[in-house]
T-cell receptor, first 114, second 113 residues
Framework: GEQVEQRPPHLSVREGDSAVITCTYTDPNSYYFFWYKQEPGASLQLLMKVFSSTEINEGQGFTVLLNKKDKRLSLNLTAAHPGDSAAYFCANDLPGTGSNRLTFGKGTKFSLIP | DPKIIQKPKYLVAVTGSEKILICEQY?????MYWYRQSAKKPLEFMFSYSYQKLMDNQTASSRFQPQSSKKNHLDLQITALKPDDSATYFCASSQDRVGSDYTFGSGTRLLVI
C-alpha cells in the first residue's frame, strides 16, 4: 500500500529562522496532498491542500511545494514564531480506492529553541 | 460550537472490558472516518463510512466495530480491550469525494489498564 515518509521527526529552530519539513510518497497516482498542524492535546487543523503538479502555495507564514515528478511534498515555515510550535503531518489521498482515505506521515514535532 | 462532537474526551478502561466511543458531526457531510494515533504509530486510518455504509476497513481486529445509527453518527465499539489499544481515537468527516477537506474531532484519549 501507499507509504508516506516524513522527515525530520523532530525539528528545533530559533525564532525568526526558517524550517523545512519534507515528505516523500510512493504511489504516483496520489492526487491530493495535505499539511495538518496539531498543537499539544488538540485536534488536527488543516493548513493547506494542494493537488497540481509542481506548485508553490503560500499560506500565512509558510510555503508548500509539491513536486510530483520527484513524489515530494514540503512545508517551509518562514520566520518561525512561538505559535508555530506543534506537530506537523503530511498526508495524501488516492483516487480510485473507493474511500477518501488519507495516508499520513509519522509527523514532525517542531519547536523553538529558547 | 464544535462541528464534530466526540465523547468522552478521556476514557480509562480495564483490560478485557468493552467501550463505545461516540462521534456526531453537524457539517452535513456524508462520509465519516475513524483514525487512531498512538505514541508508537502515526495517524492510522481505521474505517470509512459513506451514507452509513462501510467503504473501507484497515483494522485487522474484529474487536473494533463501527456503528452508524444515523447519517451523522459513527460510533466505535471496542471489545475485549487490551493495553495496546491505548491511543487517541479521532473521528473525522468530509464530503464523499476524493480530495474533500476533512474536519477532525477533538479526539477521545483511551487508556487501557
Amino acid at each position: 500500500g501507499e507509504q508516506v515518509e516524513q522527515r525530520p521527526p523532530h525539528l528545533s529552530v530559533r525564532e525568526g529562522d526558517s524550517a523545512v519539513i519534507t515528505c516523500t510518497y510512493t504511489d504516483p497516482n496520489s492526487y491530493y496532498f495535505f499539511w495538518y498542524k496539531q498543537e499539544p492535546g488538540a485536534s488536527l487543523q488543516l493548513l493547506m491542500k494542494v493537488f497540481s503538479s509542481t506548485e508553490i502555495n503560500e499560506g500565512q507564514g509558510f510555503t508548500v511545494l509539491l513536486n510530483k515528478k520527484d513524489k515530494r511534498l514540503s512545508l517551509n515555515l518562514t520566520a518561525a514564531h512561538p505559535g508555530d510550535s506543534a506537530a506537523y503531518f503530511c498526508a495524501n489521498d488516492l483516487p480510485g480506492t473507493g474511500s477518501n482515505r488519507l495516508t499520513f506521515g509519522k509527523g514532525t514535532k517542531f519547536s523553538l529553541i529558547p | 460550537d464544535p462541528k464534530i462532537i466526540q465523547k468522552p474526551k478521556y476514557l480509562v478502561a480495564v483490560t478485557g472490558s468493552e467501550k463505545i466511543l461516540i462521534c456526531e458531526q453537524y457539517l452535513g457531510h456524508n462520509a465519516m472516518y475513524w483514525y487512531r494515533q498512538s505514541a508508537k504509530k502515526p495517524l492510522e486510518f481505521m474505517f470509512s463510512y459513506s451514507y452509513q455504509k462501510l467503504m473501507d476497513n484497515q483494522t485487522a481486529s474484529s474487536r473494533f466495530q463501527p456503528q452508524s445509527s444515523k447519517k451523522n453518527h459513527l460510533d466505535l465499539q471496542i471489545t475485549a480491550l487490551k493495553p495496546d489499544d491505548s491511543a487517541t481515537y479521532f473521528c473525522a468527516s468530509s464530503q464523499d469525494r476524493v480530495g474533500s477537506d476533512y474536519t477532525f474531532g477533538s479526539g477521545t484519549r483511551l487508556l487501557v489498564i
